[in-house]
């Protein structure tokens, strides 16, 4: 049975720092891409970043760009998102998704195991 458990949620005043986990279990996770995505109250969930199987390649949304970073520990099957410079706008559910081998994608519709989510909210 695959589980993917996120961490690291909380609350944080706007220009502060979080950082969220992700540990994985019940997959091959070294062929893995992973990737977080996010909802807003009212709004679709969203693409925020993903890295490929290696971790050699990374991918991010225009809005977290240059603010937001991506990583992955095999050994350790988990992954993690670096978010600095937070805005009230980054305030969201986040879920940490897994796709079953292939090349990276932005799309949620690849990602076969979703996690239950993190609370992130940015007070301004």
């Known amino acids: 049975q695959v589980q993917l458990v996120e961490s690291g949620g909380g609350l944080v005043q706007a220009g502060g720092s979080l950082r969220l986990s992700c540990a994985a279990s019940g997959l091959p996770f070294s062929i893995s891409p992973m990737a977080w995505f996010r909802q807003a109250p009212g709004k679709e969930r969203v693409f925020v970043a993903a890295?490929?199987?290696?971790?050699?390649?990374?991918y991010y949304a225009d809005s977290v760009k240059g603010r937001f970073t991506i990583s992955r520990d095999n050994a350790e099957k988990t992954v993690s998102l670096q978010m600095n410079s937070l805005q009230f706008e980054d305030t969201a559910v986040y879920y940490c998704?897994?796709?079953?081998?292939?090349?990276?994608?932005?799309?949620?519709?690849?990602?076969?195991?979703w996690g239950q989510g993190t609370q992130v909210t940015v007070s301004s």
């Open positions: 890295i490929s199987n290696g971790g050699r390649y990374t």
């Open positions: 998704a897994a796709k079953r081998g292939g090349i990276t994608s932005r799309s949620g519709d690849e990602y076969s195991y």
